[in-house]
């Protein structure tokens, strides 16, 4: 065991490591298909893992670590993944004259836990991606305060129930929030205010989906999955500063709302136990609507926006494709193949209205309205593919991995990106380690 350990970290020293929730398999075959890694902390597939004692993945790549780990209990089934980097920590004190830094930022960081029993699981989820969670820079007599970060959260609750004829509808539902964090103060060498920004917004979003097959005859599975739900702006107010006049800034009235839907279709052929391919169809479309402020307030005065603007969005991105698993070793090694095509570029409708509106009142004294109809033809006919491969280094010990390689073959439209040996033996190598026992 201490043998095949040191073999593993020493081909993730040399390779190019990537590991999210997400196997290489999975990666490489377009969502088509997928390993432990994937389903490990899945609110509806977290069963189908089923370790004895412990499952694992692991993965590092510079200052990056990402691991995940589950287990069961007699009663409930647990799992956690941790990945990313911790932000740099800085502090330096006369870099020059009058002059230092004190600031922490970058990296990212992101934590979940799943707990799942019977036929339900329940999974929270956490990621900070601070730009500069917190930077203060003197200069002279200058006082600066900077804050940027991204921030999300998010619950998700599956439950899968059973129906007629064996089927089984993979069901969950979904709450997220998003924050997107960006302050700025500046103060003089007196002490006085010159800048106080908040250009901060925050998201909510309500969805679920449900996913089922539809058909299973001889070697042939086909599955359906409809998703949908809608992200709505909250707490929709900036601020800033006016100097001259010493004043706030305010904002207000702005209007987000996104609604997201799809549908995907597989269909999977296991021609034999050592030869499987799945294709799919499916679409990402969304409906939006947005608008412009309302006022905006300096100190008390009020005025409203003499040019408001909204904006409505329908939007399709169809899609096709396909990959393939093929075990060249029985239960020992196999490839993995991926493509997808466009057969449009995303379409779009679009109308934009345009108020014009007294400042004192807000009356709208006249609407311009356009409509555009638009599709993205520089999309149409794009090809992409992937490759990989597993290997099952034991009965508990698997090495997963993305070898670009078919990728720079074809290339985005047919035309091979590889121009001599050099660029043929130098893909981007991906791997990942998973165990269990």
Same mark, same amino acid.
């Given at each position: 065991?201490?043998?095949?350990?040191?073999?593993?970290?020493?081909l993730?020293?040399?390779?190019?490591?990537?590991?999210?929730?997400?196997?290489?398999?999975?990666?490489t075959?377009?969502?088509?298909?997928?390993?432990?890694?994937?389903?490990f902390?899945?609110?509806?597939?977290?069963q189908?893992?089923?370790?004895?004692?412990?499952?694992?993945?692991?993965?590092?790549?510079?200052?990056?670590?990402?691991?995940?780990?589950?287990?069961?209990?007699?009663?409930?089934?647990?799992?956690?993944?941790?990945g990313?980097?911790l932000?740099?920590?800085?502090?330096?004190k006369?870099?020059a004259?009058?002059?230092?830094?004190?600031?922490?930022?970058?990296?990212?960081?992101?934590?979940?836990m799943?707990?799942?029993?019977?036929?339900?699981?329940?999974?929270?989820?956490?990621?900070?991606?601070?730009?500069?969670?917190?930077?203060?820079?003197?200069?002279?007599? $200058?006082?600066?305060?900077?804050?940027d970060?991204?921030?999300?959260?998010?619950?998700?609750?599956?439950?899968?129930?059973?129906?007629?004829?064996?089927?089984?509808?993979?069901?969950?539902?979904?709450?997220?929030?998003?924050?997107?964090?960006?302050?700025?103060?500046?103060?003089?060498?007196s002490?006085?205010?010159?800048?106080?920004?908040?250009?901060?917004?925050?998201?909510?979003?309500?969805?679920?989906?449900?996913?089922?097959?539809?058909?299973?005859?001889?070697?042939?599975?086909q599955?359906?999955?409809?998703?949908?739900?809608?992200?709505?702006?909250?707490?929709?107010?900036?601020?800033s500063?006016?100097?001259?006049?010493?004043k706030?800034?305010?904002?207000?009235?702005?209007?987000?709302?996104?609604?997201?839907?799809?549908?995907?279709?597989?269909?999977?052929?296991?021609?034999?136990?050592?030869?499987?391919?799945?294709?799919?169809?499916?679409?990402?479309?969304?409906?939006?609507?947005?608008?412009?402020?309302d006022?905006?307030?300096?100190?008390s005065?009020?005025?409203?926006n003499?040019?408001?603007?909204?904006t409505?969005?329908?939007?399709?991105?169809?899609?096709?494709?396909?990959?393939?698993?093929?075990?060249?070793?029985?239960?020992?090694?196999?490839?993995?193949?991926?493509?997808?095509?466009?057969?449009?570029?995303?379409?779009?409708?679009?109308?934009?209205?345009?108020?014009?509106?007294?400042?004192?009142?807000g009356?709208?004294?006249?609407?311009?309205?356009?409509?555009t109809?638009?599709? $993205?033809?520089?999309e149409?006919?794009?090809?992409?593919?992937?490759?990989?491969f597993?290997?099952?280094?034991?009965?508990n010990?698997?090495?997963?991995?993305?070898?670009?390689?078919? $990728?720079?073959?074809?290339?985005?439209?047919?035309?091979?990106?590889?121009?001599?040996?050099?660029?043929?033996?130098?893909?981007?190598?991906?791997?990942?380690?998973?165990?269990?026992?």
């Amino acid at each position: 065991m201490k043998k095949i350990i040191l073999f593993m970290a020493s081909l993730l020293m040399m390779a190019s490591v990537v590991f999210a929730q997400e196997s290489m398999t999975h990666y490489t075959t377009n969502d088509l298909f997928a390993t432990d890694v994937d389903n490990f902390m899945n609110v509806n597939e977290w069963q189908t893992v089923n370790p004895e004692k412990i499952f694992g993945c692991i993965g590092y790549s510079g200052s990056s670590i990402r691991i995940g780990l589950a287990g069961k209990t007699s009663k409930m089934y647990i799992g956690s993944y941790f990945g990313g980097q911790l932000p740099e920590l800085k502090s330096e004190k006369n870099i020059a004259p009058n002059k230092k830094l004190t600031s922490w930022k970058g990296g990212s960081l992101v934590g979940d836990m799943l707990f799942g029993f019977g036929n339900m699981g329940i999974k929270t989820k956490f990621k900070l991606v601070p730009t500069e969670l917190s930077t203060t820079k003197v200069e002279g007599g $200058n006082k600066t305060k900077k804050t940027d970060y991204d921030i999300y959260a998010s619950a998700k609750f599956g439950i899968n129930l059973a129906a007629k004829n064996e089927r089984v509808y993979k069901t969950w539902a979904d709450l997220k929030l998003e924050s997107y964090v960006d302050k700025k103060n500046v103060k003089d060498d007196s002490g006085t205010l010159t800048t106080d920004k908040n250009a901060s917004s925050h998201y909510v979003y309500l969805g679920g989906g449900t996913k089922f097959d539809i058909s299973k005859k001889g070697f042939t599975t086909q599955t359906i999955a409809f998703n949908g739900g809608a992200w709505f702006q909250i707490m929709p107010s900036k601020r800033s500063y006016n100097a001259t006049a010493k004043k706030h800034v305010v904002t207000k009235g702005d209007m987000w709302i996104k609604v997201p839907f799809g549908v995907d279709y597989t269909a999977r052929f296991d021609f034999t136990e050592a030869f499987a391919l799945s294709i799919g169809a499916g679409a990402d479309t969304y409906l939006k609507y947005e608008k412009d402020y309302d006022y905006e307030k300096v100190g008390s005065a009020k005025s409203y926006n003499t040019s408001r603007k909204s904006t409505t969005t329908f939007k399709i991105d169809p899609e096709v494709k396909a990959g393939f698993v093929w075990y060249a070793v029985p239960e020992k090694f196999s490839l993995n193949f991926g493509t997808y095509f466009k057969l449009l570029g995303a379409i779009e409708m679009k109308t934009e209205k345009t108020q014009t509106r007294d400042a004192s009142s807000g009356k709208v004294s006249d609407t311009d309205t356009t409509k555009t109809f638009t599709v $993205n033809k520089s999309e149409a006919g794009q090809l992409s593919a992937d490759s990989g491969f597993t290997w099952n280094i034991t009965k508990n010990v698997a090495l997963d991995g993305n070898f670009n390689i078919a $990728n720079k073959l074809v290339g985005n439209d047919l035309e091979s990106s590889i121009s001599g040996l050099d660029d043929f033996f130098d893909p981007t190598l991906k791997l990942q380690v998973s165990f269990k026992y």
